[in-house]
């Protein structure tokens, strides 16, 4: 079985970008799958797979998605939950390491664990264009700084854009979990994500000069295997997959225009 959901961005405006990842999946031994959501077989096969736990939790909270879930993530959930900051978290140090906690969503969401990040309210296609709009004010100028997991500075300049509360929060927990944007680069971590077991993962993203990114996974892959029976998803990820797909809500041509677009900012 072979995924299929990152081949059909070619014929988008974004074939370029697919094409990246393709090869760059190909020589780095990854598997290419973009989303769950997006594939045919792997799909089908992934929902056959859950039957045998999730149905009769389904057949229980079928009139109720948000109960359906949260039965899910109690009984087969065992990681932490962390604060989500519902903006956008962009590494924009020399070196930086995340931590991928859900990531069969585009942008995936992780967790930051060291370097320099921005909190960003608007999604940038370029570090160029980021630099741009902090200087011109069309977005927030707040700088994190990690070590070991820990936030350990915080330059908060401007905060027009983005909740308040949501940025005080992140003060308040010190840890927390976001939408990880890399400028130029978001289908390609997109990608590489869906190749890690979140929350037992480092992924390193490093920005050199003229906003040139090298992407590594330091630990956490895994088997192509895995990855395509749905073993690195979360529990909460595979209980939105299994009671959309039994509900026919699945509807995969809106589902890839709104991820193009997004991968199109």
């Known amino acids: 079985m072979n995924p299929s959901s990152l081949y059909k961005l070619l014929d988008s405006p974004i074939k370029k970008d697919a094409e990246d990842a393709i090869n760059y999946c190909k020589n780095n031994q990854l598997v290419p799958l973009l989303s769950f959501y997006l594939e045919d077989e792997l799909l089908n096969n992934l929902v056959k797979s859950l039957d045998k736990d999730f149905y009769n939790l389904y057949i229980e909270y079928k009139y109720n998605k948000t109960f359906f879930i949260k039965k899910i993530k109690e009984k087969f959930n ?16 020399e070196n930086n390491k995340v931590m991928i906690v859900n990531n069969d969503n585009v942008p995936p969401k992780a967790v930051p664990i060291e370097g320099k990040f921005r909190l960003t309210f608007l999604i940038h296609s370029s570090f160029d264009e980021l630099n741009h709009d902090i200087l011109s004010q069309s977005d927030d100028d707040i700088v994190l700084e990690f070590k070991n997991g820990e936030l350990v500075n915080i330059e908060k300049k401007r905060n027009i854009f983005m909740d308040s509360r949501s940025v005080e929060k992140i003060e308040e927990s010190r840890v927390f979990k976001s939408n990880l944007i890399v400028p130029g680069y978001l289908l390609l971590v997109s990608v590489v994500s869906n190749n890690l077991f979140p929350y037992h ?24 295997e895995d990855v395509i029976n749905g073993k690195t998803l979360t529990a909460e990820e595979k209980a939105k997959i299994y009671f959309e797909y039994k509900q026919k809500q699945i509807i995969k041509e809106e589902i890839l225009k709104s991820i193009i677009w997004k991968l199109s900012q």
């Not at 065992?78 to 962009?90: G, Q, R, S, T």
């Not at 050199?208 to 892959?221: L, M």
């Open 78 to 93: 065992a990681e932490k939950d962390y604060e989500d900051f519902p903006y956008y978290l962009v590494p924009i140090g």
């Open 201 to 224: 993962n480092i992924l390193t993203i490093n920005i050199g000069e003229n906003g040139k990114v090298s992407v590594s996974i330091e630990n956490g892959k895994a088997t192509q």
